[in-house]
Each structure stands twice: as structure tokens, then as C-alpha cells.
């Protein structure tokens, strides 16, 4: 289940750095070279995407890996059901 957690609450911040960044889960698509299926499922938590994907992500949304996982701490049930 912890896997579950960490999934979504990087979906989760990656879909608002993109959004802060006002791109579409198109424009990331395109930039990054990922399929935008793959973005889409990827932000609602049912990817897990290779440090090789998160790089390419980080470099689309112009950020670090650090950045991009400062934002991932514990997602609780209760959140997981918004």
C-alpha cells in the first residue's frame, strides 16, 4: 500500500508543477518526448516512472529532482479519495 501512496502523491506533484508552469499534459508530452497517456496515468498515481522519465519530466518543467520530490511527503487514505 506505501508504494500506492508515493505513486500518487508524485502524480500528484508533478500535475502541479505543470500546472504552476501553466502547460497542458499535452505541451509536457511534447516536450519531454513522453507519451501523454503516459503523463496522464503518471499524475493520477498509476505509474511508476523510472529515474530516467522523472529526468526527463524535471528537464520539461524546468526543476530538479530534488524540487520535484520536496513536495511528496506522506499522502494519508482519507486524501487519496479526492
Do not use: W
Not at 505543470?18 to 503516459?38: F, V
Request: include cysteine; aromatic fraction near 4%; proline fraction near 2%.
Amino acid at each position: 500500500m506505501a508504494k500506492k501512496h508515493v505513486a500518487y502523491a508524485l502524480g500528484k506533484r508533478i500535475a502541479y508543477l505543470r500546472k504552476q508552469r501553466e502547460m497542458s499534459q499535452l505541451d509536457l508530452s511534447l516536450d519531454s518526448g513522453i507519451a501523454k497517456s503516459y503523463i496522464c496515468e503518471l499524475e493520477a498515481g498509476k505509474r511508476n516512472p523510472s529515474v530516467l522519465i522523472l529526468e526527463r519530466v524535471c528537464e520539461s518543467l524546468d526543476i530538479t529532482l530534488s524540487t520535484l520530490f520536496e513536495g511528496c511527503g506522506p499522502v494519508t487514505t482519507s486524501q487519496m479519495k479526492r
